[in-house]
């Protein structure tokens, strides 16, 4: 995609990468930091500095909502449990969202129907899953986040899904700040 820019009266066109944001010359055709096709069309901007495009930069770590924990668990007991199923797909599509690793391709309302189908045992992998994949994405961009793979897995087991719940909600709340 191309942004054009005005400074000082004078049209520059600059082209960025759709996928990580770097800015390259306007003729080429893959980006040299990650290795995307580029796009073909334009955008004009009408701005008198250079413009920052809408796609995260390579560097930057992505951003997800803070979720007040108390208020989780409070909203899931008071409507029966409607919201802990609501907060569970919104969970999952966080985790996604700040692995961005070969893994993030199922979405929240998949991994619930699939949780829900074999009976809580694809909710206990995810949780083991969610654990190892949020390490590594803290040790990606410089936050403490220790690997608790192993305390999901027995906290599901004995039943205790709701510190799951928890303890993710608590590690997806280190990349909202």
Do not use: H, W
């Given at each position: 995609m191309f942004d054009i820019i005005m400074v000082k009266g004078v049209i520059n066109?600059?082209?960025?990468?759709?996928?990580?944001?770097?800015?390259?010359?306007?003729?080429?055709?893959?980006?040299?930091?990650?290795?995307?096709?580029?796009e073909n069309n334009s955008?004009?901007?009408?701005?008198?500095?250079?413009?920052?495009?809408?796609?995260?930069?390579?560097?930057?770590?992505?951003?997800?909502?803070n979720r007040n924990?108390?208020?989780?668990?409070?909203?899931?007991i008071v409507t029966c449990g409607i919201y802990g199923i609501v907060w569970f797909v919104q969970m999952?599509?966080?985790?996604?969202?700040?692995?961005?690793?070969?893994?993030?391709s199922q979405s929240g309302g998949?991994?619930?129907?699939?949780?829900?189908?074999?009976?809580g045992i694809y909710g206990i992998i995810f949780f083991y899953n969610a654990g190892k994949r949020l390490a590594n994405a803290g040790t990606k961009y410089n936050i403490q986040i220790s690997d608790n793979s192993t305390l999901y897995l027995i906290l599901s087991l004995l039943g205790l899904q709701i510190v799951d719940y928890c303890l993710v909600q608590s590690d997806l709340n280190r990349f909202s700040e």
């Open positions: 066109m600059a082209k960025y990468c759709g996928s990580c944001g770097t800015q390259m010359d306007e003729k080429t055709s893959f980006c040299p930091n990650c290795g995307a096709p580029v955008k004009p901007s009408n701005t008198e500095a250079t413009t920052s495009n809408s796609s995260q930069p390579s560097g930057t770590r992505p951003k997800v909502v924990i108390v208020v989780c668990i409070l909203l899931s999952v599509n966080d985790v996604n969202t700040v692995c961005q690793d070969e893994k993030s998949t991994v619930f129907l699939l949780t829900l189908i074999t009976c």
